[in-house]
């Protein structure tokens, strides 16, 4: 029977029912493509030809194409390479930890943001293989018996543990990702018309019928992923950051940065969740799964990991004063008012001051304001990459070495090129796969939606009335 | 041989639930039940026991734990002794990382694998689906029909009674 709740607002709005679901969501996929999907697809491709383009030069000539330098050996694309992982968190973030806490307003969004997961990740893990310069030795980086003897990969060695940490979580991500698409397939290999279609979906589908017992089997083990994917996402992020506090550079040695890293992760990963989710919604038309609930549920989540980064970046400052270490003060002291000062007040204003504007519920529920301050979220986390990595490395110990970073056309290429491969494979997936997981919005449909195909006529006049009494506020 | 089946068509999950319940009280043997999404409760009242997937994926994840951390110290510390960074060779908390994430991977793909098989799930073309609209908004229940030994009538009746909006038959070429 239908549920209405006098404090929570309904997840599905519209008086769906189960068919129009189905319809709703497989409707683009079955669709010719729209003007303005292709229109990105454009734009996106561009992009992507520049990515190729940078990526030859790379090779071919080397990475001295980079604006790397003796001093600074990391720069850009190991700042690319965190910034692309920690974005690819929030997806299984929605997935897994969202899935162990029975939040059903993640039925909506955690489709699309395991795919964003999936292509960042992939976005990631172009830099270090690039940064490698020979990129077709990778395998090198695999415990793999050799032609120099028994020699085996370093253990120790944290840039190691990347290794196993990022293959790991990408290929646990891809199967959770998958098996959710299954029951989905199936729904639409079941109202394919033509033959290519039938036959595609049919293979993707592992011949899915929706057997009560496959459907126990299926949530045991979405259950399990989602309880091994939690703490695989929290390792991960960690793990990257032990890259940093392993080392014994002012600035970096630091124990407050695994979770300072997980926190941001997390910030900058929801971040590009409602950036995508503000244009999917409008370009597909899902404005009744995708909510103002929704949208103000995820900027709930930023203002309380951007509080915890906030808290983070002052940590470090008090520490380093505090540790009495004057590697450590100056490095600090340099951050703020060094030659990269633009970068550390951008990373400042971006991360913790703008998430702050999220506690008044009209900017919370604005799609305007949400899209660009997730816009400005997302710059700041690179900017607090960029103040990590370059501003810690550029003045080491030793005066003589210091020096400045600057990147070149070739390093601004990968970046922007990454971020078109990016959207090349987020539309690519829009436009094949279904974007809403439709069989999770359905089990939700009864307990959480507006006016569900009710039998019980009173319970249906009731959730009437209480839709109009409350579309004066619901309304964009 | 080919096996005939009687299809209730349902709408709504509540009155299949009690459905289910009447029906196998009334001694009718139900061959499965097929929904849109997973019915919470349809377990307990169709008697399907819980899965023990979650005991393969616990030695899946013991299986990768052993072998990582046998991995790590066998070439660290026998095959390729080397002291890096003052380490000692068996240093055990630089090997907790990999172990973790090697536990994890060995768990999880143990168990997808595992599910895919006991389900029967494959890439295959030919998919037996007994109702289309069992993917999309309708719940479907098949009965088993023994030639001769079932009355039809009797059992329309029964699927009609307990809320079915529509009663199929259907035929499977095994």
Same mark, same amino acid.
């Given at each position: 029977?239908?549920?209405?709740?006098?404090?929570?607002?309904?997840l599905?709005?519209?008086?769906?029912?189960?068919?129009?679901?189905?319809?709703?969501?497989?409707?683009?996929?079955?669709?010719?493509?729209?003007?303005?999907?292709?229109?990105?697809l454009?734009?996106?491709?561009?992009?992507?030809?520049?990515?190729?383009?940078?990526?030859?030069?790379?090779?071919?000539?080397?990475?001295?194409?980079?604006?790397?330098?003796?001093?600074?050996?990391?720069?850009?694309?190991?700042?690319?390479?965190?910034?692309?992982?920690?974005?690819?968190?929030?997806?299984?973030?929605?997935?897994?930890?969202?899935?162990?806490?029975?939040?059903k307003?993640?039925?909506?969004?955690?489709?699309?943001?395991?795919?964003?997961?999936?292509?960042?990740?992939?976005?990631?893990?172009?830099?270090?293989v690039?940064?490698?310069?020979?990129?077709?030795?990778?395998?090198?980086?695999?415990?793999?018996?050799?032609?120099?003897?028994?020699?085996?990969?370093n253990?120790?060695?944290?840039?190691l543990?990347?290794?196993?940490?990022?293959?790991?979580?990408?290929?646990?991500?891809?199967?959770?990702?998958?098996i959710?698409?299954?029951?989905?397939?199936?729904?639409i290999?079941?109202?394919?018309?033509?033959?290519?279609?039938?036959?595609?979906?049919?293979?993707?589908?592992? &011949?899915?019928?929706?057997?009560?017992?496959a459907? /126990?089997?299926?949530?045991?083990?979405?259950?399990?992923?989602?309880?091994?994917?939690?703490?695989? =996402?929290?390792?991960?992020?960690?793990?990257?950051?032990?890259?940093?506090?392993? /080392?014994?550079?002012?600035?970096?040695?630091?124990?407050?940065?695994?979770?300072?890293?997980?926190?941001?992760?997390?910030?900058?990963? *929801?971040?590009?969740?409602?950036?995508?989710?503000?244009?999917t919604r409008?370009?597909?038309?899902?404005?009744?799964?995708?909510?103002?609930e929704h949208?103000?549920?995820?900027?709930? =989540?930023?203002?309380?990991?951007?509080?915890?980064?906030?808290?983070?970046?002052?940590t470090e400052?008090?520490?380093?004063?505090?540790?009495?270490?004057?590697?450590?003060?100056?490095?600090?002291?340099?951050?703020? *008012?060094?030659?990269?000062?633009?970068?550390?007040?951008?990373?400042?204003?971006?991360?913790?001051?703008?998430?702050?504007?999220?506690?008044?519920?009209?900017?919370r529920?604005?799609?305007?304001?949400?899209?660009?301050?997730?816009?400005?979220?997302?710059?700041?986390?690179?900017f607090?990459?960029?103040?990590?990595?370059?501003?810690?490395?550029?003045?080491d110990?030793?005066?003589?070495?210091?020096?400045?970073?600057s990147?070149?056309?070739?390093?601004? &290429?990968?970046?922007?090129?990454?971020? @078109?491969l990016?959207?090349?494979?987020?539309?690519?997936?829009?436009?094949?796969?279904?974007?809403?997981?439709?069989?999770?919005?359905?089990?939700?449909l009864?307990?959480?939606?507006?006016?569900?195909?009710s039998?019980?006529?009173?319970?249906?006049?009731?959730?009437?009335?209480?839709?109009?009494?409350?579309?004066?506020?619901?309304n964009? | 041989?080919?096996?005939k089946?009687v299809? @209730?068509?349902?709408?709504?999950?509540?009155?299949?639930?009690?459905?289910?319940?009447?029906?196998?009280a009334a001694?009718?043997k139900?061959?499965?039940?097929?929904?849109?999404?997973?019915?919470? @409760?349809?377990?307990?009242?169709?008697?399907?026991?819980?899965?023990?997937?979650?005991?393969?994926?616990?030695?899946? @994840?013991?299986?990768?734990?052993?072998?990582?951390?046998?991995?790590?110290?066998?070439?660290?510390?026998?095959?390729?002794?080397?002291i890096?960074?003052?380490?000692?060779?068996?240093?055990?908390?630089?090997?907790?990382? =990999?172990?973790?994430?090697?536990?994890?991977?060995?768990?999880?793909?143990?168990?997808?694998i595992?599910?895919?098989?006991?389900?029967?799930l494959?890439?295959?073309?030919?998919?037996?689906? *007994?109702?289309?609209?069992s993917?999309?908004?309708?719940?479907?229940?098949?009965?088993?029909?023994?030639e001769?030994?079932?009355?039809?009538?009797?059992?329309?009746?029964?699927?009609?009674?307990?809320?079915?909006?529509?009663?199929?038959?259907?035929?499977?070429?095994?």
């Amino acid at each position: 029977m239908q549920h209405v709740s006098p404090i929570r607002e309904p997840l599905v709005t519209g008086g769906k029912t189960y068919h129009d679901i189905t319809e709703d969501v497989c409707r683009q996929v079955e669709a010719k493509p729209n003007v303005r999907w292709a229109a990105a697809l454009a734009v996106a491709l561009v992009g992507l030809a520049i990515f190729i383009y940078s990526v030859y030069r790379t090779l071919w000539y080397g990475i001295g194409e980079w604006g790397l330098n003796k001093t600074v050996g990391w720069a850009w694309d190991i700042t690319n390479f965190v910034w692309w992982v920690g974005i690819g968190h929030a997806g299984t973030l929605i997935s897994a930890i969202l899935l162990l806490f029975r939040q059903k307003w993640r039925t909506s969004i955690n489709r699309a943001a395991e795919a964003m997961t999936i292509f960042a990740v992939i976005c990631a893990a172009m830099f270090p293989v690039l940064h490698m310069g020979r990129p077709w030795l990778a395998y090198w980086v695999l415990p793999l018996p050799n032609t120099f003897g028994s020699l085996w990969v370093n253990f120790n060695s944290p840039l190691l543990w990347d290794v196993f940490a990022i293959s790991t979580y990408f290929s646990v991500s891809l199967v959770f990702w998958y098996i959710g698409l299954i029951p989905d397939f199936a729904t639409i290999r079941d109202r394919a018309v033509g033959p290519i279609a039938r036959r595609a979906y049919a293979v993707l589908s592992f &011949g899915w019928t929706g057997s009560a017992k496959a459907w /126990s089997r299926y949530e045991t083990v979405s259950l399990i992923l989602a309880g091994l994917a939690t703490p695989l =996402v929290l390792s991960v992020h960690t793990i990257v950051s032990m890259d940093f506090a392993t /080392s014994v550079i002012p600035g970096w040695h630091t124990t407050i940065f695994p979770p300072y890293f997980v926190a941001g992760a997390i910030f900058s990963g *929801f971040a590009m969740v409602l950036t995508l989710m503000i244009i999917t919604r409008k370009v597909f038309f899902l404005e009744d799964y995708i909510t103002l609930e929704h949208v103000e549920s995820m900027n709930k =989540v930023i203002i309380l990991t951007g509080s915890i980064v906030g808290i983070a970046y002052t940590t470090e400052f008090f520490i380093a004063w505090y540790s009495g270490v004057e590697y450590e003060q100056y490095a600090f002291i340099n951050r703020a *008012f060094g030659p990269y000062w633009w970068a550390y007040w951008s990373m400042m204003t971006c991360n913790v001051i703008t998430p702050q504007l999220f506690w008044f519920r009209k900017i919370r529920r604005s799609l305007t304001a949400t899209f660009i301050i997730s816009i400005f979220v997302n710059i700041g986390m690179w900017f607090e990459r960029f103040v990590i990595i370059v501003t810690s490395l550029h003045r080491d110990y030793l005066p003589s070495s210091w020096a400045m970073f600057s990147p070149t056309i070739i390093d601004i &290429g990968v970046y922007v090129g990454t971020i @078109g491969l990016f959207f090349t494979l987020f539309l690519l997936f829009a436009k094949f796969f279904p974007v809403v997981n439709m069989a999770e919005v359905k089990a939700i449909l009864k307990s959480s939606s507006e006016v569900t195909h009710s039998h019980s006529k009173a319970a249906t006049m009731h959730a009437t009335d209480k839709d109009s009494n409350s579309n004066t506020h619901r309304n964009e | 041989m080919n096996k005939k089946f009687v299809l @209730g068509i349902y709408d709504d999950e509540d009155v299949l639930l009690t459905a289910i319940e009447n029906i196998r009280a009334a001694g009718t043997k139900i061959y499965d039940v097929f929904s849109p999404y997973p019915v919470h @409760g349809i377990d307990d009242v169709l008697g399907i026991k819980r899965s023990r997937l979650p005991i393969v994926a616990f030695f899946g @994840g013991l299986t990768g734990m052993s072998f990582a951390l046998w991995m790590q110290i066998w070439m660290m510390g026998f095959d390729w002794p080397m002291i890096i960074g003052g380490k000692p060779h068996i240093a055990l908390p630089s090997f907790i990382p =990999v172990t973790f994430e090697l536990t994890v991977l060995f768990s999880a793909f143990s168990m997808v694998i595992t599910f895919f098989i006991v389900s029967n799930l494959k890439p295959s073309l030919k998919v037996n689906v *007994f109702d289309k609209r069992s993917t999309d908004d309708k719940f479907v229940m098949a009965i088993e029909v023994k030639e001769g030994a079932t009355d039809m009538e009797a059992l329309n009746n029964l699927l009609r009674s307990n809320g079915a909006i529509e009663v199929n038959e259907k035929e499977v070429v095994k």
